[in-house]
């Protein structure tokens, strides 16, 4: 079977499929492309019957520093837009998070924003040690919408999730790990993706039903959260998405200087 995406590559080999964000040069930052191609590689891939186990990854140094800024001042101008990147992105969510192929994810950089949520899907989170996770939609004056309201409560409890969400800090993978973000270390990024593939390799050679009806049962969890605040949560953002705070944030991230916020 073959799959042709242009921000996506995916192989198999045995019963283990690779996905990989395929934007280096861009850090593997979300686009209107890739937030479709992801969606579709997973639920593509999920139809071939020999697959017992994904790896997640990304292409290059980084997992993926989450959204393009570009995009999103582009995007603040045009309200179908906006509603049409809402949509897909409950559907990028549900599509990884809701596979029932069980998904490992390598993490050898940074994941930030939205590709920290995707990571926070998959089933399993393999990370190199100095790598860094989180959600810094507050700093750039987004509300934190796009699933980390849904996803960081799940794995880290309530209390710590606010306590990052709404500050936007950077965490270690080696913090995270202790946190309940990343469920195995490794010492360099070079050890990150062999990794995954063995912890996918094991999941492969397991009895596949019942390896997947395990998985259907622990993922209602996630899809009452997700019905219960996904919607809500990207409201909020879209709200955000008009403010004039993200423009000043965006503006004086690019320039080196400090913002000056005005609460609208």
């Known amino acids: 079977m073959a799959y042709d995406y242009e921000t996506i590559s995916v192989r198999i080999e045995g019963h283990v499929a690779e996905i990989l964000l395929d934007r280096p040069a861009a850090l593997n930052a979300f686009d209107h492309a890739m937030h479709i191609e992801a969606k579709e590689a997973f639920l593509e891939v999920r139809e071939n019957r020999d697959v017992r186990a994904i790896v997640f990854g990304g292409n290059g140094q980084h997992f993926s520093a989450g959204g393009d800024f570009g995009l999103i001042l582009r995007d603040r101008e045009d309200h179908a837009t906006r509603q049409k990147m809402r949509g897909e992105g409950k559907k990028l969510l549900a599509a990884i ?44 004056g987004l509300a934190a919408g796009d699933g980390g309201a849904v996803m960081w409560p799940l794995h880290t409890g309530l209390l710590r999730a606010k306590r990052y969400l709404l500050t936007g800090d950077r965490l270690t993978a080696q913090q995270a790990y202790e946190m309940g973000l990343v469920t195995d270390l490794v010492e360099t990024p070079e050890e990150v993706l062999d990794a995954a593939r063995a912890i996918a390799r094991r999941i492969a050679g397991l009895p596949p039903r019942a390896v997947q009806l395990t998985k259907e ?48």
Do not use: W
């Open 97 to 140: 998070a809701g596979c029932p192929i069980p998904v490992v994810t390598a993490l050898q950089g940074q994941a930030v924003g939205l590709g920290a949520t995707v990571a926070l899907c998959s089933d399993a989170i393999v990370a190199a040690r100095n790598a860094k996770i989180s959600d810094p939609h507050v700093v750039i």
């Open 217 to 264: 049962v622990l993922n209602q969890i996630f899809r009452m959260r997700l019905e219960e605040l996904f919607d809500n949560g990207m409201a909020a953002e879209m709200e955000t998405f008009v403010s004039e705070d993200l423009v000043e944030a965006i503006s004086a991230f690019r320039e080196k200087r400090e913002p000056v916020y005005k609460g609208l």
